[in-house]
C-alpha cells in the first residue's frame, strides 16, 4: 500500500496545549498534504510540503517532513476546543500511480478540552 | 469564490436499490475526484477526470459504480445495485490541475439498509 499512516490514532489535549501528529508512507513523493475534517463535514485542506522541502508554517501549524525516514509530522501550537476534528495526511507518490492522485492514510482524531 | 456543491447530503436507500449523487466543481476546475470514506477510514480514491475523460477508475468497482462528467464540469456517480457494505460518505473534490490542492465538498452520507 502507497497509504500514510497517522500516529496516534486518538490524541486529547486540554486547550493550550501543543498537539503533534505523524505521519509515515512507504513510497517516494512529489509532496505531502495534511488535511482536517470536522465531523460529518468534508475535508479541508490546511498545508502542502514539497519534497524537496524540510518545514512549512502557516499560523499556528507547523509541518515537517524527512524524506530519508518517509515520515511527516504536523505540530498545532496553543491549541483551541475548534481544532477538534480528524487530520489526515495524504500523499502522492512519483512512480506507478496516476499523476494528482492522493493517498490517506486513517487519521488521527484529536480532542481539544476546553 | 463558490465550493464544492454535493447533493444530496443523506441518503437511505434498502439494497438492491440504486441511488446517484452529484457533484458540481469549483468552476474552472479542470480535475474533479470521487472519494468513498467508511467510517473510520480515510478517504479512497474511486475515480479521477481530467475534463470529462477518466484518468483513474482502478478502484471502481465497474460491475455496480459508473461515473460520468457532462461538458467537463458537473459529475454524477451511481450505485446500481447497492450493496450493504456501500454504507459511507462519498465525497467529491476538485482542483486546478492534476497536482495541486483538492477542494473538498460536504459529501453525501449513504446508509444502505
Known sequence: ?114 | EAGVAQSPRYKIIEKRQSVAFWCNPISGHATLYWYQQILGQGPKLLIQFQNNGVVDDSQLPKDRFSAERLKGVDSTLKIQPAKLEDSAVYLCASSPGDTDTQYFGPGTRLTVL
Request: aromatic share 8%; with cysteine; proline share 2%.
Open chain 1, 1 to 114: 500500500s502507497q497509504q500514510g499512516e497517522e500516529d496516534p490514532q486518538a490524541l486529547s489535549i486540554q486547550e493550550g496545549e501543543n498537539a503533534t501528529m505523524n505521519c509515515s508512507y512507504k513510497t517516494s513523493i512529489n509532496n505531502l498534504q495534511w488535511y482536517r475534517q470536522n465531523s460529518g463535514r468534508g475535508l479541508v485542506h490546511l498545508i502542502l510540503i514539497r519534497s524537496n522541502e524540510r518545514e512549512k508554517h502557516s499560523g499556528r501549524l507547523r509541518v515537517t517532513l524527512d524524506t530519508s525516514k518517509k515520515s511527516s509530522s504536523l505540530l498545532i501550537t496553543a491549541s483551541r476546543a475548534a481544532d477538534t476534528a480528524s487530520y489526515f495526511c495524504a500523499t502522492d507518490a512519483i512512480r506507478g500511480s496516476t499523476l494528482g492522485r492522493l493517498y490517506f492514510g486513517r487519521g488521527t482524531q484529536l480532542t481539544v478540552w476546553p
